[in-house]
């Protein structure tokens, strides 16, 4: 008689084909799911990122188009800091600038001889002529400026050296409203420099929420003019050093935006400003 032979797995073994792919499948999943993992949590860093630089960019073209002088910090209800950094931060707008005529011409021969220049003694001038021409014809109601260093008697903000201009200004003449007897403006500027202020613009970070206000009163509160939600999530610190020994001044951005993941992305711009009025 022959003997059969039977074969098969012992317990053993089974158990250790089970360890085996049990491990091999737990490596496996972590060559897939690390690499998508990463690249998912770089896509979030990045959308951040761009969000982020985003509202930076716009807040770094506005603030280049500052007045000489007219930054200053904010708290969360729009209300002005005297000193330190915060979370806020407002300005007067720029929508143009030149240089006013401030002698008469030489050139008998010339059109316009002998020019319109700006008297800075006479109560009743309330005109000048451009030195070269405007871009664009003066808006009327708009508020021309002429050396503003934030101090008494030259503060945009105060009015002392801010007048409103016009509807007979044109590209080559700017007309505006005098303050009879005052003269036209306490202060020349030492490079006969004059700006057009068409509005305050303002940044405030609150409830985490980054807001630009705009087309509200000059030393209005800023909430009461239209808003623009820029980014959520987002905490803010804003400084200025207004250098007033250089006539440049240095505006530092700090924002910190978060997703719903909680991941978050901290970035920091500076922003030189030309304060020479």
């Known amino acids: 008689m022959s003997r059969l032979k039977t074969s098969g797995f012992t317990?053993?073994?089974?158990?250790?084909?089970i360890v085996i792919v049990g491990i091999l499948s737990t490596m496996t999943t972590d060559i897939i799911t690390l690499p998508v993992k990463s690249y998912l949590d770089l896509e979030r860093r990045t959308a951040l990122?761009?969000?982020?630089?985003m509202a930076l960019r716009r807040m770094q073209r506005d603030i280049r188009q500052a007045l000489p002088n007219s930054i200053r910090m904010l708290d969360a209800s729009g209300e002005v800091l005297v000193s330190g950094?915060?979370?806020g931060i407002e300005f007067l707008h720029v929508a143009e600038g030149g240089r006013y005529?401030?002698?008469?011409?030489?050139?008998?021969?010339?059109?316009d001889y002998p020019g319109d220049i700006l008297n800075f003694t006479d109560s009743s001038d309330n005109s000048f002529e451009v030195i070269g021409s405007l871009k664009n014809t003066p808006t009327s109601g708009d508020k021309l400026v002429i050396y503003?260093?934030?101090?008494?008697?030259?503060?945009?903000?105060?009015g002392g050296n801010r007048r409103t201009i016009t509807n007979t200004s044109t590209?080559?003449?700017?007309?505006?409203?005098?303050?009879?007897?005052?003269?036209?403006?306490?202060?020349?500027?030492p490079q006969q420099r004059f700006f057009i202020v068409d509005m305050p613009i303002a940044y405030i970070c609150d409830a985490g929420e980054l807001k630009r206000y705009d087309n509200y009163t000059i030393n209005g509160t800023p909430t009461n003019g239209k808003k623009q939600a820029k980014?959520?999530?987002?905490?803010?610190v804003f400084t200025y050093d207004p250098g007033t020994n250089t006539r440049a001044g240095l505006v530092t951005l700090t924002i910190t935006l978060k997703d719903e993941a909680e991941e978050s992305v901290k970035l920091m711009h500076q922003v030189h400003v030309d304060n020479m009025p």
């Open 171 to 189: 590209v080559d003449t700017v007309v505006f409203n005098s303050v009879s007897p005052a003269k036209p403006f306490p202060f020349e500027s």
């Open 49 to 53: 990122v761009d969000s982020a630089e």
């Open 231 to 236: 980014s959520n999530s987002i905490s803010c």
């Open 85 to 87: 950094s915060g979370v």
């Open 101 to 111: 005529r401030a002698n008469f011409m030489s050139d008998t021969s010339d059109p």
């Open 11 to 17: 317990l053993i073994e089974l158990i250790m084909v």
């Open 148 to 158: 503003n260093v934030g101090s008494s008697g030259a503060d945009a903000y105060v």
